[in-house]
């Protein structure tokens, strides 16, 4: 979900503002050592969105902000041979970049396309035996959103 606003400058030009938050159970599994997976389970943050109109109802822009996310990591360890596992839920901070673009349907109605990618500074994973690692994440995002209009 996001909230904003746009501010319209001469010659076509436009800079949204908007603050944002996500709920979610996306999860991903790495292999290397044994099954070590980690949860995306929400983020929330600000965001910049420098564009240009192509038209009267059409926008693309950029995408530059600040976000937030919330984990959980889970290992168990070179597939659980040493008899080990460690689950840690950790927040870390990071950037988010993207390219997108908006169409107006109506004064009060339009559609919005994103793809976003947040990458978050990494946490040092310390504790069982031997796998002390430093553990960073990464999402990419495409949105497709109905956007009601002030």
């Not at 969105?49 to 926008?59: R, T, V």
């Not at 040493?82 to 109605?109: E, R």
């Amino acid at each position: 979900m996001y909230a904003g606003y746009q501010f319209d400058f001469a010659s076509h030009f436009n800079l949204g503002v908007e603050g944002f938050g996500d709920l979610s159970s996306a999860k991903s599994t790495d292999f290397w050592y044994g099954p070590a997976t980690t949860e995306f389970k929400s983020d929330f943050g600000l965001r910049v969105l420098p564009g240009y109109m192509l038209g009267q109802n059409a926008n693309i822009h950029a995408i530059v902000g600040y976000t937030r996310g919330q984990f959980k990591a889970t290992d168990q360890g070179y597939y659980n041979d040493l008899g080990y596992s460690f689950s840690k839920n950790f927040s870390t901070s990071g950037y988010q970049v993207g390219l997108g673009t908006s169409y107006a349907f109506t004064s009060h109605l339009g559609m919005r396309l994103d793809y976003i990618y947040s990458g978050y500074r990494g946490i040092q994973m310390n504790g069982v035996e031997d796998d002390n690692y430093r553990h960073t994440v990464s999402t990419g995002l495409g949105l497709l959103s109905v956007n009601y209009l002030f």
